[in-house]
């Protein structure tokens, strides 16, 4: 098997990193190297217009076998890569980069040797050095990119796969129905409050259409709100007991999060701890100014033994949740999810930005 085949046989993201191994990817890559190159040797001073042509000629051999027979190593090596972390990455890559440089320093010296007549050792150590490190900083430049573009994307992805995931959990047709027909037979009985109800669910709706990456905790905090007071239409108030601890004076409301943090939490608190129960239970919900960062539990009641659940759906909620704090925040938000034999807790803290 050939190293083409090599190359087209490996994955095309590798960690961070973009598509590297595939000939569109390629194309791309000479190209970029080539502008590389002609920024290299035009910032150079030339006596002559033929010494530009022979040094741009040069440059670009130079650049052109740095850059590709780089690309190709990694590519090559691109299944053990990609399951290393994120600084180890970069530092093999550097390493791949810096080690090509240093080749082609030591071959560009030998040529150079060659045509100088009467020399019979020649060596330039600073030239290696000076080439070698302008390849680490542009290269370590470049990953940066890469690794702010990858986790950019990364987010946009999670953010945006929580708002369809909210938004497909809106759609299901017992949660339309069972919310439309709790305005119904309000309509019956209180028509302020089943307009009231009426507002709130599509206040839901335009909340998860929202395609902002943030919003201020009191908006979160306004449609969890709604969300509720629809459950509780739906459970009833004796089914559904909702205790809040927080100390409106100080939480900062305007502080922005991202959307769909805490509404999800809540119903996913309902869903798989109260809704199975027979006789519902409550539904803690606390949020504490901690300084310099917001503290948010929510608690509900363990379901009893022999009582269908949904706990797989569960775990995918609270890894999704995982996700978009890594991504959002990084190491600086921990969740924590803890389980007793009645009660189910999940907390998490995050920083606040300014």
């Known amino acids: ?22 000939p569109q990817a390629m194309i791309r890559i000479m190209v970029g190297a080539q502008v590389l190159a002609l920024v290299l040797a ?3 001073a030339s006596t002559s217009y033929q010494a530009s042509l ?26 053990k890569i990609g399951k290393l972390k994120v600084v180890q990455i970069a530092s093999v890559v550097s390493a ?10 030591i071959l560009a010296i030998m040529a150079d040797s060659y045509q100088k007549v009467g020399v019979i050792h020649y060596w330039d150590t600073p030239f290696i050095l000076r080439n070698a490190f302008i390849a680490l900083i542009l290269t370590n430049m470049a990953l940066h990119y890469f690794y702010v573009h990858s986790q950019r994307e990364e987010f946009s992805r999670a953010d945006s796969g929580a708002k369809y995931d909210a938004l497909q959990s809106r759609m299901k047709p017992h949660f339309l129905f069972n919310s439309l027909n709790s305005i119904a037979q309000l309509i019956q009985v209180d028509k302020d409050k089943a307009e009231d109800a009426l ?3 599509a206040d839901i709706f335009r909340t998860t259409l929202d395609t902002r990456n943030r919003i201020s905790l009191g908006e979160e905090l306004d449609v969890t709100l709604r969300y509720l007071r629809m459950e509780a239409l739906r459970l009833g108030k004796r089914r559904l007991n909702i205790v809040w601890d927080m100390d409106r004076q100080t939480l900062p409301f305007n502080m922005e999060i991202p959307p769909l943090l805490l509404q999800p939490l809540v119903e996913n608190a309902i869903y798989h701890g109260i809704q199975p129960c027979k006789d ?14 917001l503290d948010i539990v929510v608690t509900n009641p363990v379901p009893p033994a022999g009582t269908s659940t949904h ?16 991504l959002a925040y990084g190491d600086r938000a921990n969740l924590k999810i803890s389980k007793s034999e009645h009660q189910y807790r999940v907390s998490f803290s995050i920083p606040k930005e300014t």
């Open 1 to 22: 098997m050939n190293i083409a085949t090599n190359i087209a046989n490996s994955q095309n993201s590798i960690g961070f990193l973009p598509e590297l191994c595939t």
């Open 54 to 79: 022979i040094r741009l000629g040069l440059t670009s051999l130079f650049v052109q076998w740095v850059v590709l027979g780089s690309t190709v190593i990694v590519c090559l090596l691109s299944n």
């Open 280 to 293: 519902g239970g409550t539904l803690g919900i606390s949020l504490y100014n901690a300084g310099n960062s």
């Open 42 to 44: 035009f910032t150079s």
């Open 311 to 326: 706990s797989k759906g569960n775990h995918i909620a609270q890894e999704n949740l995982k996700n978009r704090l890594r």
């Open 199 to 201: 507002l709130d669910l």
């Open 96 to 105: 791949i980069v810096v080690s090509f440089t240093i080749g082609a320093s």
